[in-house]
C-alpha cells in the first residue's frame, strides 16, 4: 500500500530562516504529490501540487523519483507560515488521496 | 460558491451509541471523501463515493459507514461508538479524479465519545 512519511512531527524556525518540510512516499510508480496546509482555526486546504509545478506564498517543492521524495521548502520563513502541515500521496486511476501525519511548523519571531 | 458544508459541528455521544454525519459538497462535485484526523494518526482515510457508488474504502471496522445521495450529499454513520472513534470527521469534496485534483475540505465534525 502507498505510504507518505512526514519524520518531523514539530519544526521550529525564526523568522527569515530558511524552512524544510520533509516528505517521503512508498510507491514504485509515477504518483501525484500534494501539500496541504492548515493554518489555526481554518479549513484544511491546498497549499501546492507537484503537478503544477508552482510557487505558492514563497513556498516550493520539487518531486524527487529517485529518493522519494517531495519536500516542502521555504527560503525566509515568516510568522503567518506558522501551521499543520501535511503531505499527500495520489497514485494513478481511482485511488483516495492518502496523507502523511503532517508536520507542525511554528515560527518564532 | 458555497464551501463544503458539515453537520454538526460538535457531538458528544456514550459508548455505545451511533451517530450521522452530514457532508454537503460544493456544488457541481460528485466526490466525497471522508477523513478521521486526530492528534497522534493525522487524517485516516475512511471511504470515498463517486456518483453514489462507493469508490473506495479505508482500513476501519464495519462500525463505520456510509452513502452518497443523488444530490451528491453524503452521510457517515459509526454505530456502536467506542471512546477511540473520539476525532474530527472531515469531508471533502472533488469534482472528480483527474490528475492533479485538490480536494476541498470542510470544517469537519468534532466528536467526542464519553
Known amino acids: 500500500a502507498q505510504r507518505v512519511t512526514q519524520p518531523e512531527k514539530l519544526l521550529s524556525v525564526f523568522k527569515g530562516a530558511p524552512v524544510e518540510l520533509k516528505c517521503n512516499y512508498s510507491?514504485?510508480?509515477?504518483?501525484?504529490l500534494f501539500w496541504y496546509v492548515q493554518y489555526s482555526r481554518q479549513r484544511l486546504q491546498l497549499l501546492l501540487r507537484?503537478?503544477s509545478r508552482e510557487s505558492i506564498k514563497g513556498f516550493t517543492a520539487d518531486l524527487n523519483k529517485g529518493e522519494t521524495s517531495f519536500h516542502l521548502k521555504k527560503p525566509f520563513a515568516q510568522e503567518e507560515d506558522s501551521a499543520m502541515y501535511y503531505c499527500?500521496?495520489?497514485?494513478?486511476?481511482?485511488?483516495?488521496?492518502?496523507f502523511g501525519k503532517g508536520t507542525r511548523l511554528s515560527v518564532i519571531a | 460558491k458555497a464551501g463544503v458544508t458539515q453537520t454538526p459541528r460538535y457531538l458528544i455521544k456514550t459508548r455505545g451509541q451511533q451517530v450521522t454525519l452530514s457532508c454537503s459538497p460544493i456544488?457541481?462535485?460528485?466526490?466525497v471523501s471522508w477523513y478521521q484526523q486526530t492528534p497522534g494518526q493525522g487524517l485516516q482515510f475512511l471511504f470515498e463515493?463517486?456518483?453514489?457508488?462507493?469508490?473506495n474504502k479505508g482500513n476501519f471496522p464495519g462500525r463505520f459507514s456510509g452513502r452518497q445521495f443523488s444530490n451528491s450529499r453524503s452521510e457517515m454513520n459509526v454505530s456502536t461508538l467506542e471512546l477511540g472513534d473520539s476525532a474530527l470527521y472531515l469531508c471533502?469534496?472533488?469534482?472528480?479524479?483527474?490528475?492533479?485534483?485538490?480536494?476541498?475540505f470542510g470544517s469537519g465534525t468534532q466528536l467526542s465519545v464519553l
Open positions: 471533502a469534496s472533488g469534482r472528480d479524479s483527474g490528475p492533479g485534483e485538490k480536494l476541498f
Open positions: 510507491y514504485s510508480g509515477s504518483p501525484e
Open positions: 507537484h503537478i
Open positions: 499527500a500521496l495520489k497514485v494513478m486511476g481511482n485511488t483516495p488521496l492518502v
Open positions: 456544488s457541481g462535485h460528485r466526490s
Open positions: 463515493y463517486f456518483s453514489e457508488t462507493q469508490r
